[in-house]
């Protein structure tokens, strides 16, 4: 082999390599996606009670105000449906806000007509802790973490939760880590994506949780490199953008979670 050769060898290598880091850098965590028979009920639910705002659309609920420029607010979306199925026994298990004063948070939702799953108290080495159940079946736990307030993390949970950190990050990148030191989850900003032991969960489609979201801002690279990973679309990227703005896929993650990609083909870096 000449050095010609082994030199063309070694760029492509090289460029391949760099490539392939590229691609699996960290997606920002974009949405999720909720069921309701009323969906702009529930996002005004959501608005007034859980210190959201207004986001993308009228109907979207958003952690902060929508710009329309990068880093965009994680959003909050409703499909309208009669009688879900809870997010309990489904493999997307909660979702968790971080608040000053759980008391007083879980009085105000269940005044607004949450039902209290698990009163508030303290959990040793970590925090004050509650569950309720929102008006159409999601669970919200409820926590006192200082470092963040506000939208906390969403909870999964799988047979393997292993197996899940090693798929989310390939496939979306983020950091692992534990949270308090205890339990599995990978971060994405300021977002826990916690990954918990549960056997014979359900998939997350037409439950009360219906899927998540994360937000490539290049869909056909980061298809391509999904694929490259051995990863599946369950529905494969629009060629074109649709109503809103987006170009939209899916894929299936471990357990049955539904996943959407959302690109904002509009939204300035």
């Known amino acids: ?160 939760p292993e197996a899940s950190v090693a798929y989310y990050t390939t496939a979306f990148g983020g950091e692992r880590t534990k949270m308090k030191d205890r339990l599995d989850a990978v971060m994405y900003g300021n977002l826990y994506l916690l990954i918990l032991q549960g056997d014979d969960r359900a998939p997350s489609q037409g439950r009360a949780i219906d899927h998540l979201g994360w937000g490539p801002s290049d869909m056909d690279a980061t298809a391509a490199y999904l694929r490259s990973q051995n990863i599946e679309f369950t529905r494969e990227p629009a060629a074109e953008v649709n109503r809103f703005g987006h170009r939209t896929a899916y894929v299936e993650g471990p357990g049955g979670a539904r996943i959407e990609l959302v690109m904002h083909a509009k939204v300035q870096n």
Not at 2 to 12: E, K, N, P, Q, S
Not at 55 to 61: C, L
Not at 90 to 118: P, W, Y
Request: net charge negative; proline share 7%; charged share 20%.
């Open 1 to 160: 082999m000449t050095y010609r050769r082994i030199l063309f060898g070694a760029l492509f290598l090289a460029f391949a390599g760099s490539a392939h880091a590229q691609m699996a850098q960290t997606l920002p965590y974009d949405h999720i996606h909720l069921v309701a028979p009323d969906p702009e009920e529930a996002r005004d639910w959501y608005i007034n009670n859980l210190d959201l705002v207004v986001g993308e659309t009228p109907g979207r609920a958003a952690t902060f105000a929508w710009t329309g420029s990068r880093p965009l607010p994680i959003q909050f979306m409703w499909i309208g449906g009669e009688n879900a199925p809870s997010s309990e026994g489904s493999v997307i298990d909660n979702i968790g806000f971080s608040f000053a004063d759980v008391d007083a948070k879980v009085a105000q939702l269940e005044a607004a007509g949450a039902t209290v799953v698990n009163a508030p108290r303290d959990v040793p080495n970590m925090w004050r802790r509650a569950l309720v159940m929102d008006p159409w079946g999601v669970r919200l736990e409820l926590i006192n973490d200082p470092e963040i307030r506000g939208l906390h993390h969403f909870a999964l949970r799988v047979a393997d």
